[in-house]
């Protein structure tokens, strides 16, 4: 799907470049605003405000928006009858974000144990990639669908179309090497947030 023409093949790489950029400074900004938001947060409490009941409440509904993420890729899965679902993607994009500036709140900068600094490295690693994905996945939409008007106006049966499409879709390999860094990262960052939250209860309860 990503496979353009060679002269197109410049265009499409200024496009995919430019969007990567701008990926990682939003996810810099991104940092930034949480960061800002906790330690102005910490100030007014006194303490650090991941340690305050409010801080342990914003914690657990980020993590529960977290979990909204997941709801996009059981229908998905699950669901393919009903077709794509497309307004849990949405929700996916959204709370894909929303999720960890919460949870970001919640932690703030203070990196005084191991496992928390390194689900929050993870996090943002899987944000990132959550997000390249996006870009992704709609740049290789937008080509799909102008190689189905080309194939249309070629003159091209609907059955010889939809073959080669499927050529292209089946030997595309950006999704599989995104897939190779973001559902492992997906699954690790699951894993070292139960760590987390299971320490955080057993040495300080809710």
């Given at each position: 799907m990503l496979n353009c023409k060679s002269n197109s093949y410049q265009y499409c790489m200024t496009i995919i470049t430019k969007r990567f950029f701008t990926v990682i400074f939003a996810a810099i900004a991104l940092l930034i605003v949480g960061l800002l938001i906790e330690a102005f947060?910490?100030?007014?409490?006194?303490?650090?405000?991941?340690?305050?009941?409010?801080g342990h409440v914003v914690g657990w509904f980020g993590l529960a928006v977290i979990f909204s993420v997941f709801i996009y890729s059981v229908k998905k899965r699950f669901g393919r009858k009903a077709g794509w679902p497309k307004a849990w993607f949405m929700v996916h994009q959204v709370a894909g974000i929303i999720g960890?500036?919460?949870?970001?709140?919640?932690?703030?900068?203070?990196?005084?144990?191991?496992?928390?600094?390194?689900?929050?490295?993870v996090m943002g690693i899987v944000v990132v990639s959550g997000v390249i994905g996006v870009a992704v996945h709609r740049k290789a939409l937008s080509l799909l669908n102008s190689t189905r008007k080309e194939l249309v106006r070629q003159g091209l049966s609907q059955a010889d179309i939809e073959d080669?499409?499927?050529?292209?879709?089946?030997?595309?390999?950006?999704?599989?090497v995104w897939q190779i860094i973001h559902v492992p990262m997906?699954?690790?960052?699951?894993?070292l947030l139960a760590s987390h939250i299971l320490g955080a209860l057993y040495f300080g309860g809710l």
């Open positions: 947060l910490s100030i007014r409490s006194g303490s650090l405000f991941g340690h305050t009941q409010t960890p500036l919460l949870i970001l709140i919640h932690a703030g900068w203070h990196f005084h144990a191991l496992v928390p600094v390194l689900t929050l490295i080669r499409l499927y050529g292209l879709v089946s030997g595309e390999e950006t999704f599989r997906v699954m690790l960052f699951l894993a």
